[in-house]
């Protein structure tokens, strides 16, 4: 009874809109599909129910889809953990130390960071997934990397049950010419007829489903590794990134600082352990976390601010030379820019000619920056950045921010 008050404890009946979302939908659906039609294909034709094996293959199918399913569902409605509406440190000189969130009206918590598709500041923030339509974090991290083992292995289970039901089914009815390779199906033959002929329509759908299967097999068995890559460093995907972006700044200053990644507690199992606990509730609070010895909660919450600043400075300025409508894949903007749009739920951004650009990173046909706003929206907390194409836009002369020349800028840094 906990178990099932688990699965149904909604913060309230708004979390059930997050099934309405193309990312559950499809996995739901490659879940249904591939359970159904396993225990379908295992029961009718290759494993019958009235065998010792067949009734161990059967429950261990039950098992993959229930474990597969509780966990998947945990990742979505259980939640990452979101940082109090309004947040700020006990002590006020702290917040020298933290980013200032203008939606939440709050303080960024150490490791937290706000998500726009979720609208909140967000514990621990790894990265929001589509498939579960909700961020993957502090609360819920454990559960999403349980999803992502144990699907493949259920798959793999699904896969071998597709491939022995078309094969002792098509055995004595095509002739391979593999006299020589036979595989034992004695244990699994029956003299009576099945009581739904493996038909034309049955091959087709086991044939789709062990494709859904190893397809699923390769792509989340991926995720899973690099899931588990970063849990037993004790970072986030996103924490990978500013890391990455820390040791840039410094080799590009040349300043001779050096970054101490500070929660890394120097052993795998305990970092481990900071995510998988036999209670299912990670530690800590989300909001303080255990360091090293040469680091303090804010180490990487100035290096943030660090880098922020750096952004700024190292900006380019653009100046919006054709209109662009904001879509994903534009027609009008050349096949090359339509083919390689960037492949992230990152917004893009309408373009009216005439309109200031702050580019800061782009790929070779695609740029993102944030537009230039008056003073009230900046005022406001409104911030527009996102993604354009580069044939929209024609790099400024003058830095009006600025008021220097970009190439004499350069050689003053």
């Not at 006299?179 to 029956?190: E, L, N, P």
Request: proline share 4%; hydrophobic share 40%; with cysteine.
């Amino acid at each position: 009874m906990n178990v099932l008050s688990s699965l149904i404890r909604f913060e309230n009946l708004q979390e059930l809109k997050r099934l309405c979302h193309w990312g559950p939908v499809i996995a739901l659906t490659v879940i249904a599909l591939c359970s159904t039609m396993a225990i379908l294909d295992s029961v009718l034709w290759y494993w019958p129910l009235d065998t010792t094996g067949g009734s161990i293959n059967f429950i261990m199918l039950i098992n993959w889809t229930v474990l597969i399913l509780y966990n998947y569902f945990n990742a979505m409605f259980v939640g990452p953990g979101y940082i109090p509406l309004g947040w700020k440190p006990e002590s006020s000189k702290d917040c020298m130390c933290l980013q200032y969130c203008r939606v939440c009206q709050g303080f960024k918590a150490p490791r937290s960071h706000h998500c726009r598709k979720c609208n909140r500041c967000v514990m621990k923030m790894d990265h929001h997934c589509p498939w579960i339509n909700n961020c993957c974090g502090h609360q819920n991290h454990a559960y999403f990397t349980s999803f992502l083992i144990l699907a493949p292995l259920g798959c793999i289970h699904a896969a071998i049950i597709f491939i022995m039901t078309m094969y002792t089914q098509l055995y004595d009815r095509i002739s391979f010419g593999w006299s020589s390779v036979k595989i034992d199906i004695s244990a699994v033959k029956r003299d009576q007829r099945p009581i739904i002929p493996f038909g034309v329509s049955a091959f087709a759908t086991s044939l789709f489903a062990l494709g859904l299967a190893l397809g699923t097999t390769i792509a989340v068995g991926m995720l899973f590794f690099i899931q588990m890559k970063v849990i037993l460093r004790n970072r986030t995907s996103i924490e990978v990134w500013i890391e990455e972006k820390a040791k840039d700044r410094i080799q590009y200053y040349q300043i001779g600082e050096e970054f101490i990644f500070p929660y890394d507690l120097g052993s795998k199992w305990e970092n481990f352990k900071q995510v998988f606990t036999w209670s299912g509730i990670p530690e800590g609070d989300g909001i303080e976390w255990p360091v090293q010895e040469k680091c303090d909660q804010y180490t990487l919450t100035i290096e943030q601010l660090k880098q922020k600043a750096d952004k700024r400075v190292r900006s380019v300025q653009y100046r919006v030379i054709e209109d662009y409508s904001g879509a994903c894949c534009p027609l009008n903007k050349g096949v090359k820019t339509f083919f390689t749009t960037p492949c992230t739920e990152e917004p893009r951004i309408k373009l009216r000619k005439g309109e200031m650009i702050f580019a800061t990173r782009g790929l070779k046909r695609w740029m993102y920056g944030d537009k230039a706003l008056d003073d009230e929206q900046v005022k406001a907390g409104v911030r527009i950045r996102g993604w354009f194409p580069r044939r929209c836009v024609e790099k400024c002369l003058y830095d009006t921010v600025r008021d220097l020349p970009v190439n004499e800028e350069k050689k003053d840094r």
